[in-house]
């Protein structure tokens, strides 16, 4: 026995050295001088740099960015501007555009196209394109340079199903174009083909919550007819055209049914076309999915489930809404934790490649190295992993995992302004963020044995389970011991499953009498008062019981 362990702990040392050295190829990889994280002009980078060095600033500069495309003119955008950064510790080349705007003519239209024009570079950056014709030069120029692209169709939690129509015929539109368009660029074996078979040039990336405004736990079955309706004609559009169709995961309540929704397409397209779903490793319950989705691809599908391992983007919102409703927290609080589980999971893909197609989706180089060092301990080809990076991110480590030979798929959005600044918000807190790897090594150069040292938490560490938090007092400042009960949370299967199995146990029991109870004996009362149900007025629910003075003296 003691030999056995030995032997583990010698391949997990060796594991870690090689994971050590990777890294640091990669991180090494994109050349001596010092990258950046935004390629923009001045004004942004030193906009963005004094952001993340003041987190009142950033918050300010992040609420600008956000409603700006709805700004109606010029004089709104500097109206809005000036109100959000008053008492603000602004930098200097934000200071200008107001002072101009203040003492100079016409200094509104100059400050407002300053901002407008800013946001609009962000914008470029991290979005390929407005309408999939602007996107094909990028994605070809991505092509060119060895990277595949997924194309994500900007735009998500439509409300109407007018918008939810539209959304789907974008997205149609989308594949059409990228299917013609990508078929006449030169062939890129490494790129088109893994140890499973073929991998299709054009992959489309779709929102589940933009394909139906119902798509929620409590309209489950609603929802999920009105996204399989839409996408199923996209669906077959790609088995026909020979691409790939990507379901997105996205905040946690949709999380479950966007997994159903993978799961009735396998059922109605087992043969094809390729299908891809998200996990996200921040949840404490992706390991699960992980040990669930697995089996099903290799008993459901021809074509082994694409699997993109992330960390997640909705981090803030998941444990702000947890923490409100005193709900135990669904993600990791630490980002160590959410590091090892990555690791954890994606030791679980490599170990099924075949059943799954494993796509690493990280700008962590350690988290990308480990991935890569465990498949070759493994034995596989390092064919069998893709590599997935955001558009417009940390392009040194792009450059380097193509210098490695390595399969490289880049998540290109494709959109309009005013749907595409969801994604812009997203993508600036998360790369400006305290515990970015993005910020941490190109913004701040920080040691890279610090960025690259492994997370010090153990399994027994990530099975822990999260306790509900008290909500605290409905009045902070007048204490008292009542404090409010958490809402069940219905957006779990087994509370509802609970609360249709009390209202369908209920129904039998309508009708009931509840008499006047005095000093633990029942006692007959010549009145009742008789509640009925408002939606069915016929049907008595209760029979209750009215008290008169002697009950009262009683």
């Known amino acids: 026995m003691r030999r056995k362990n030995e032997e583990v702990t010698v391949t997990e040392r060796d594991l870690e050295l090689e994971v050590q050295a990777l890294a640091r190829r990669i991180a090494d990889a994109g050349g001596d001088q010092r990258a950046r994280v935004y390629r923009m002009s001045w004004w942004s980078e030193r906009v963005l740099a004094w952001a993340m060095a003041h987190p009142d600033f950033k918050t300010q500069l992040f609420r600008l960015v956000d409603v700006l495309p709805a700004c109606r003119d010029d004089a709104d955008v500097l109206r809005h501007i000036e109100e959000y950064f008053e008492g603000v510790a602004a930098p200097k080349a934000l200071d200008v555009g107001i002072d101009v705007a203040e003492h100079v003519p016409f200094g509104a239209h100059i400050s407002a196209g300053v901002a407008r024009r800013n946001v609009l570079r962000m914008a470029h950056q991290f979005i390929a394109g407005a309408s999939p014709a602007d996107a094909l030069p990028a994605l070809e120029r991505l092509w060119h340079r060895g990277e595949a692209a997924t194309v994500d169709l900007l735009g998500e939690k439509t409300v109407t199903d007018a918008e939810a129509d539209r959304y789907a015929d974008r997205a149609k539109e989308l594949l059409e174009t990228l299917v013609a368009g990508s078929a006449g660029w030169p062939e890129r074996p490494n790129l088109e083909r893994d140890p499973w078979g073929p991998l299709p040039r054009a992959n489309l990336s779709v929102k589940p919550t933009a394909l139906s405004p119902l798509f929620s736990p409590l309209t489950a079955a609603e929802g999920l007819g009105d996204a399989l309706a839409r996408l199923r004609p996209i669906v077959a559009l790609a088995r026909e055209a020979g691409a790939t169709v990507h379901v997105d995961t996205e905040h946690?309540?949709?999380?479950?049914?966007?997994?159903?929704?993978?799961?009735a397409l396998g059922a109605e397209f087992p043969d094809g076309p390729q299908l891809g779903c998200v996990v996200q490793a921040y949840r404490r319950d992706s390991f699960d999915d992980l040990r669930q989705l697995v089996p099903w691809s290799a008993g459901a599908l021809r074509r082994p489930l694409q699997i993109r391992l992330v960390k997640g983007a909705y981090w803030d919102q998941e444990t702000i809404v947890a923490r409100s409703e005193g709900w135990p927290a669904p993600v990791f609080e630490r980002k160590a934790e959410t590091d090892a589980n990555y690791e954890r999971c994606a030791r679980l893909v490599v170990d099924h490649a075949g059943s799954v197609r494993p796509a690493i989706a990280s700008h962590n180089v350690r988290s990308l190295a480990y991935a890569v060092a465990y498949a070759r301990q493994r034995g596989l080809d390092t064919s069998a992993l893709e590599l997935q990076l955001l558009y417009g991110m940390a392009e040194p480590v792009h450059d380097a995992l193509i210098s490695m030979g390595l399969r490289v798929r880049v998540y290109a959005p494709v959109g309009a302004l005013v749907p595409g600044m969801a994604y812009l918000v997203r993508?600036?807190?998360?790369?400006?963020?305290?515990?970015?790897?993005?910020?941490?090594?190109?913004?701040?150069?920080?040691?890279?044995?610090?960025?690259?040292?492994?997370?010090?938490?153990?399994?027994?560490?990530?099975?822990l389970v999260p306790q509900p938090r008290p909500v605290g007092a409905t009045d902070p400042d007048k204490p008292s011991p009542f404090v409010n009960e958490p809402r069940a949370e219905l957006r779990r299967p087994r509370p509802r499953a609970r609360l249709a199995a009390a209202v369908g146990a209920a129904h039998g029991a309508l009708g009931f009498a509840a008499p006047v109870v005095v000093d633990g004996r029942e006692l007959a009362t010549?009145?009742?008062?008789?509640?009925?149900?408002?939606?069915?007025?016929?049907?008595?629910?209760?029979?209750?019981?009215?008290a008169g003075p002697a009950e009262a003296d009683r």
């Open 252 to 263: 946690d309540e949709t999380k479950d049914l966007t997994f159903e929704l993978v799961r």
């Open 526 to 546: 010549s009145d009742e008062l008789v509640s009925i149900d408002p939606a069915v007025p016929s049907t008595v629910v209760c029979r209750a019981g009215l």
């Open 427 to 463: 993508r600036l807190l998360e790369n400006t963020s305290n515990e970015s790897f993005v910020r941490h090594r190109f913004a701040e150069g920080r040691d890279l044995d610090d960025l690259i040292a492994p997370s010090g938490v153990s399994e027994l560490d990530l099975e």
